[in-house]
């Protein structure tokens, strides 16, 4: 069982950045691929990053990648999405989550196994 808590959501200005935190409870979290996903007003949840157990692989939307980075610390339990130069439309509910599966299986949200209750994000024009 692994329980996640995300923080670090917030309103910024187009171009800002912020960064999100999900800490993880269990002795486990270094044995999962980490994701992030989100869901804004109306839409589908949709995938926004991976992170291999390890952290030495990763896997970005097309739309995020080059302004996110998602970053893990097993010591601390904690995946961290770096979030930079951000457009009003990454506004949404941001949510982090945990499976079992490789990363190259973890681009959908079904094969996550865990989530956070998720951190809004909201980005002014």
């Known amino acids: 069982q692994v329980q996640l808590v995300e923080s670090g959501g917030g309103l910024v200005q187009a171009g800002g950045s912020l960064r999100l935190s999900c800490a993880a409870s269990?002795?486990?979290?270094?044995?999962?691929?980490m994701g992030w996903f989100r869901q804004a007003p109306g839409k589908e949840r949709e995938f926004v990053a991976a992170?291999?157990?390890?952290?030495?692989?990763?896997r970005y939307a097309d739309s995020v990648k080059g302004r996110f980075t998602i970053s893990r610390d097993n010591a601390k339990n904690t995946v961290y999405l770096q979030m930079n130069s951000l457009k009003p439309e990454d506004t949404a509910v941001y949510y982090c989550?945990?499976?079992?599966?490789?990363?190259?299986?973890?681009?959908?949200?079904?094969?996550?196994?865990?989530w956070g209750q998720g951190t809004q994000v909201t980005i002014s024009s």
């Open positions: 989550a945990a499976t079992g599966a490789g990363i190259n299986w973890a681009l959908g949200p079904t094969v996550y196994d865990y």
């Open positions: 269990g002795r486990t979290f270094s044995s999962y691929t």
């Open positions: 992170i291999s157990t390890s952290g030495g692989n990763t």
